[in-house]
């Protein structure tokens, strides 16, 4: 069970759920997208937030920064939070702008203030939960989704919530989070996207 849970944390570590959010929008809306576009988004995505922070990782590793891929403490996260803002800013700004697909561009704008929550309160010492932050933002995006074109993803909701119950579970049986720590982070990731739902629904 132990093995379990610890694979959890790992297959849904935060820097894979943007990925993750804008695959689902792209498998659910009903607008129409050139190919070649889809797979230009999806590639600088897989570029700006999977291998340039795993390559951040390892230089920060190399530099005695961080210690672990689940930054444990607060000191660790600080750096790699503050580079995450301005690769998100750059996503915003260049690979997903207001004037190609706003819903994306939301769904990022909504990631840059949960990181710049999240960051702040690394800055005093609280550690909120990265991992609910990541997944409470999809989940909410997908609902944002569900009524933005008026379609039953119940399903995909369904799975979504259990996926943030078996993080939630898995971050607690390690010893990760505190209770506290993972509702907070719940809370960062999923209001700044139904605040933003207003500017595109």
């Known amino acids: 069970m132990s093995w379990i849970l610890k694979s959890i944390s790992f297959i849904f570590h935060p820097i894979i759920m943007p990925l993750l959010g804008v695959i689902f929008y792209f ?28 390559l951040i990782y390892f230089l920060l590793k190399t530099l005695g920064r961080t210690h672990s891929i689940y930054l444990k403490t607060t000191k660790e996260r600080i750096i790699p939070l503050a580079l995450n803002l301005i690769i998100t800013l750059l996503i915003i700004l260049r690979v997903l702008p207001s004037n190609q697909i706003i819903e994306l561009y939301y769904f990022f704008v909504g990631i840059l203030m949960s990181t710049m929550v999240c960051l702040v309160l690394a800055l005093f010492k609280f550690k909120a939960s990265i991992h609910m932050i990541a997944i409470a933002g999809v989940f909410m995006f997908a609902i944002g989704l569900s009524l933005h074109f008026s379609k039953n993803i ?30 907070f982070g719940f809370c960062i990731g999923f209001f700044p996207q139904l605040l933003l739902l207003q500017y595109w629904l």
């Open 27 to 54: 498998s659910k809306t009903p607008r129409y997208f050139p190919k070649e576009l889809e797979n230009a988004k999806i590639v600088s995505l897989v570029i700006l937030t999977i291998l340039l922070p795993i």
């Open 154 to 183: 119940n399903g995909s909701l369904a799975l979504f919530a259990l996926i943030a119950g078996a993080v939630g579970t898995s971050r607690l049986h390690l010893k990760a989070h505190t209770g506290v720590e993972l509702v």
